[in-house]
């Protein structure tokens, strides 16, 4: 097994998503089966390759620090769940 | 001719001589959406009156002679980019309800040629998919066998234009999300080169891979739809700021001297033999136009599918870490405390593929796995950029099969993860190296399913890919026919 129920169960945790008991099955052996697929990439020699995060080679993209327009508060909070005035509200944080 | 069945450039030339109107062309679409949409699924919403609003702009654009390429041309977009005022799902429940405030900078610009919006296009949920069946929206069923999928994750694209729901369509494409439904379809789809066309405003899946393009009914109409959205875009830090040429132009059907690879790793066991057929015979027209076709090496082509799937669900987990119930998207009303919300809210939001990805990409990410999967997987992608580098100091273009097999039934794949991320193995690779490819139609398997051919190109060169595209849709058939449908 390259991966078991209750490691699925902490990944769930880190990534806050809950899941059912039988997504934690499924997914265990779901997870399992591709994390064997993927193994062979461990059959490859990488020693001294530089990894590849962007696939075109660019420097740094500058741009001048201006003020420029944006969302209103309106505009922001338009899509809102849950607002107080100009703030969106969440559950009790601090008991 | 029926207006639907026209191309982009054949309504071009009506609308410009006032043959047709805007309105007239948009009713038309419209109509067929109403009647066709039930069958195939392709749009999550129909923009009924905003589209007869903006084509009756179009109109008047028109009377005074105000023309642009896309003017009063009926356009639909996959529901991955904002548009400001209409609802923006990304066909997921935890989007649902999401109306974007702004433009994605894509839409932007078809809007400032005042193109019509004629719809939001269904597709897996957040990209993730290869059959277009993860959509909380339903599945899309392929025009030219409803029982069969029209690949994904721009299914409801590809499947719009070749049923003549809309006379062009924008997509996006990670993993082969253009391509492979393309293929599927019998229509003309361009994964660009990474940074060749904003992602501004695009709901983001594998950033690093992400990249907009045009699905089309052929090669010309590409190209102009290509036009309307490449280019640098300060919005977007990693589009590049690199001169975009004139494609129709390009389109000179000339390919003496033009040096085509055929890839011996994409040419193995597990592919279709209709297919091998299909791509066999497209070379030999190649050759036929002067084109010299010769061998080339991928030597890591075989590594690719496990490349993508880690590093694209690594950025996914990243990505979607931003639903979280609490400035937009669904929000969980049971949850005890903050965290408890977040839980329930993306339980409740995200179907079982995205989840899949989150906890694949989230443990692929996590303390003691990082170097073993994330960074390993970056270094194979770049022994797979280096093989196409290599390749292209001996060839201009290569040529591939897009899918290894047909459009497969719905159902056939669904609770095979890895089967299904296996369909994507001959266009994962364009996406790892960051270059460009196309998808054209270039036969049918017995059952009468489309194929497809892929060419990919060198960075940022899609003209020597529409150019090569073109010259083979001029000598060949396949895209003119149209589903009994």
């Known amino acids: 097994m390259k991966i078991t129920r209750a490691e699925v169960e902490h990944v769930s945790r880190l990534a806050r998503l809950a899941l059912s008991e039988a997504e934690l099955d499924s997914l265990t052996d779901e997870m399992d089966a591709i994390l064997d697929y993927v193994e062979q990439l461990k059959t490859l020699d990488t020693e001294g390759i530089v990894p590849t995060a962007h696939a075109v080679p660019m420097e740094n993209a500058f741009r001048p620090d201006e003020i420029r327009p944006g969302f209103t508060p309106e505009q922001a909070l338009s899509n809102a769940p849950d607002r107080a005035d100009s703030a969106f509200r969440v559950p009790r944080i601090i008991e | ?485």
């Open chain 2, 1 to 485: 001719m029926t207006i639907y069945d026209l191309t982009l450039a054949e309504l071009r030339a009506r609308l410009d001589n006032r043959e047709l109107s805007a309105v007239e062309v948009t009713n038309a679409y419209l109509s067929r959406i109403a009647a066709t949409n039930p069958a195939v699924n392709a749009f999550i919403t129909v923009c009924s009156d905003t589209a007869i609003a903006e084509a009756q702009a179009a109109d008047q654009a028109l009377a005074i002679g105000e023309v642009t390429p896309l003017t009063g041309l009926p356009i639909a977009v996959k529901d991955i980019f904002n548009t400001a005022g209409l609802r923006t799902t990304c066909a997921s429940r935890i989007l649902g309800n999401y109306i974007s405030p702004y433009d994605a900078t894509v839409i932007s610009r078809i809007k400032e040629q005042k193109a019509v919006i004629i719809g939001k296009l269904n597709m897996d949920e957040f990209a993730m998919g290869s059959s277009n069946e993860n959509s909380a929206f339903g599945a899309v069923h392929n025009p030219w066998n409803l029982k069969h999928v029209p690949g994904g994750s721009s299914g409801g694209s590809a499947a719009c234009v070749a049923a003549r729901q809309a006379v062009a369509a924008l997509g996006t494409d990670t993993g082969g999300s253009i391509r492979q439904p393309a293929s599927h379809c019998s229509v003309v789809g361009m994964k660009p080169t990474y940074g060749r066309v904003s992602r501004y405003g695009v709901v983001a899946y594998a950033s690093s891979l992400d990249q907009v393009g045009p699905i089309t009914r052929n090669v010309r109409d590409c190209a102009l739809l290509l036009q309307a959205i490449a280019g640098h875009d300060p919005a977007d830090s990693t589009s590049v700021n690199t001169p975009v040429p004139d494609y129709q132009a390009g389109l000179t059907g000339d390919l003496k001297g033009l040096r085509i690879g055929l890839p011996q790793e994409y040419f193995i066991e597990g592919l279709d033999n209709d297919v091998r057929k299909a791509v066999e015979q497209a070379t030999a027209t190649y050759r036929d136009l002067g084109a010299e076709v010769v061998e080339v090496s991928l030597p890591h082509t075989a590594y690719a599918v496990a490349c993508y799937y880690l590093i694209a669900t690594a950025e996914a987990s990243s990505n979607l870490a931003r639903y979280d119930g609490v400035r937009y998207g669904l929000r969980a009303d049971n949850a005890e405390n903050l965290i408890d919300m977040y839980m329930q809210s993306r339980a409740a939001g995200f179907g079982a593929e995205v989840k899949r990805r989150i906890m694949l990409g989230t443990y692929a990410l996590s303390s003691g796995y990082y170097d073993a999967y994330y960074l390993k997987a970056q270094k194979v992608r770049t022994l797979i950029r280096q093989d196409f580098l290599d390749a292209f100091e001996k060839v201009d273009t290569l040529l591939t099969p897009v899918a290894p097999t047909p459009a497969f039934a719905l159902g056939e794949k669904l609770n095979d993860p890895l089967q299904m991320y296996l369909s994507d193995i001959y266009t994962i690779p364009a996406n790892l190296a960051g270059t460009c490819a196309i998808s054209l139609p270039c036969g049918f398997s017995a059952n009468n399913l489309p194929i497809g051919l892929q060419l990919i190109g060198k960075p940022f060169d899609e003209m020597t890919l529409l150019r090569t595209a073109h010259a083979f849709e001029q000598a060949t058939e396949w895209h003119k026919r149209k589903p009994d449908f």
